[in-house]
């Protein structure tokens, strides 16, 4: 099992390799989507942008070309942000919502 910890909701969650770091949020009823986006977001498809999180600490796999696409003006303001839908958690993981 990895931990995952959700620094803004104080929370540390076991989880097993390969989740899906929204799924784990959104199963912990923890909110990554910031105010109207908690109802209009894209369900995890990468489509939407909203379920924007810094990876504070932790290893992850290279942002995808969905995440790029995405996330591009994003990452001009902040070079560390990733898509939670599009992150399979495969090390303990120290995460930053609502960036
Ligand atoms: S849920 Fe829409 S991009 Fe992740």
């Known amino acids: 099992m990895l931990e995952v910890t959700f620094e803004k909701q104080k929370r540390t969650l076991k989880v097993e390799p390969g989740a899906n770091l929204r799924q784990v949020a959104i199963a912990a009823k923890l909110g990554i989507y910031a105010h109207i986006f908690k109802l209009l977001n894209c369900r995890g ?20 070309e969905v995440e790029n696409k995405n996330l591009a003006r994003s990452l001009k303001k902040n070079p560390n942000l990733r898509l939670a839908c599009q992150i399979s958690v495969e090390d303990n993981l120290v995460v930053r919502t609502h960036v």
């Open 45 to 64: 498809r990468g489509l939407c942008a909203s379920c924007r999180v810094e990876i504070a600490s932790g290893q992850v796999a290279e942002r995808n």
